[in-house]
């Protein structure tokens, strides 16, 4: 994928302020097979596959290409597909009672989203759109059945993702919502600093995404008041800095405290 440097934030409100210079994502025109296969390979569903068999896969994918901003699908319409991404990034998001949306994910290369009657989702419940322009592989459910016939272990590995996320649910239910705000807005920074973090050395653990405060809140299970406080302070103490299009993650050992002593090897893939 090709970078674009775009220089550094300027305007009235950035005079004198230290900015952080940013990178605009290029929209890819395709996914040659080298990528396509890379991010299979990636993808939590066929994860230790050989060539052959990523092969046989890939020939059941189509791909699309999405410009900033794209929309792939709906909350509320029927779910027939699942997406890999390829190339850029895709935003999951949900709209609250009073109608704001906000992001509950991000996708990166290799993670698999979407849903299908054959994986107990035969309605989207969330929308997808492309957060930069993006390359995306997808599969249709009858082809994705014929895959579980071929690949048994393929079969195995949606059984326990299916397991996990009916657990994951239950503990959000039951046990998530006590969690300190703090806690849960460092655990959603650190989630994102694993998928698409830049260490930038002395500027920190780079996000080069454009979160709101109730992208954030979406992403914490917390409120845009609650977590605008949680980040003020962090960054009156240095812990974090941020603009307009950026967040910079300056003390991780800190988050990670707060965050209870998060550990990338416990975040799960999600579909």
């Not at 994860?47 to 189509?62: C, N, Q, T, V």
């Not at 694993?194 to 299970?221: C, F, H, I, Q, Y």
């Amino acid at each position: 994928m090709a970078f674009q440097d775009v220089g550094t934030e300027r305007g009235p409100a950035t005079q004198g302020r230290r900015t952080i210079p940013l990178r605009e994502i290029t929209p890819p025109h395709h996914c040659p097979r080298p990528v396509r296969l890379n991010v299979l390979s990636r993808a939590p569903y066929f994860r230790g596959m050989g060539e052959a068999e990523l092969d046989g896969i890939d020939r059941r994918m189509r791909t699309d290409s999405w410009a900033a901003g794209d929309l792939l699908y709906q909350a509320g319409e029927p779910a027939g597909a699942l997406y890999v991404v390829a190339e850029g990034r895709v935003k999951l998001s949900q709209s609250t009672a009073a109608g704001v949306e906000t992001v509950s994910d991000i996708m990166v290369p290799g993670e698999l989203f979407g849903g299908m009657t054959t994986l107990g989702e035969p309605y989207h419940r969330q929308t997808a759109s492309a957060l930069v322009g993006s390359c995306t592989l997808r599969i249709d459910q009858r082809d994705f059945r014929e895959v579980l016939t071929e690949y048994p272990l393929v079969g195995l590995t949606v059984l326990d993702d299916v397991a996990a996320r009916l657990t994951r649910a239950q503990s959000d239910i039951s046990g998530q919502t006590s969690d300190l705000v703090s806690q849960r807005v460092a655990t959603a920074l650190l989630r994102l600093a694993d998928k698409l973090g830049e260490d930038r050395g002395a500027e920190g653990m780079m996000l080069e995404v454009p979160l709101t405060r109730s992208d954030l809140a979406g992403l914490a299970r917390s409120t845009p008041e609650s977590v605008s406080r949680v980040m003020s302070r962090w960054k009156r103490e240095g812990v974090i800095e941020s603009g307009r299009r950026w967040t910079a993650l300056k003390d991780l050992d800190r988050l990670r405290d707060e965050a209870g002593g998060y550990s990338a090897s416990g975040a799960a893939g999600e579909v």
